[in-house]
């Protein structure tokens, strides 16, 4: 299944979603929209050992 990424942060960004699960299988195609997202520097995303990474957008 291939998430819309784009759709997904600006969900994240206007508070719709609290987080973003991406998967090491996914994290390139998650890599170009976020690339291309205004307000990426507010996307953190914390790394578990497994290489998946769960992404929040600070608000601050």
Do not use: T
Not at 11 to 31: R, W, Y
């Amino acid at each position: 299944m291939i998430k819309n990424y784009r759709e997904l942060l600006e969900q994240l960004k206007n508070g719709q979603i609290d987080k973003i699960e991406v998967d090491p299988k996914s994290f390139m195609d998650f890599q170009a929209a976020f690339m291309d997202f205004e307000s990426r520097k507010r996307v953190v995303g914390v790394a578990s050992r497994d290489g998946n990474v769960v992404y929040h957008f600070e608000s601050h």
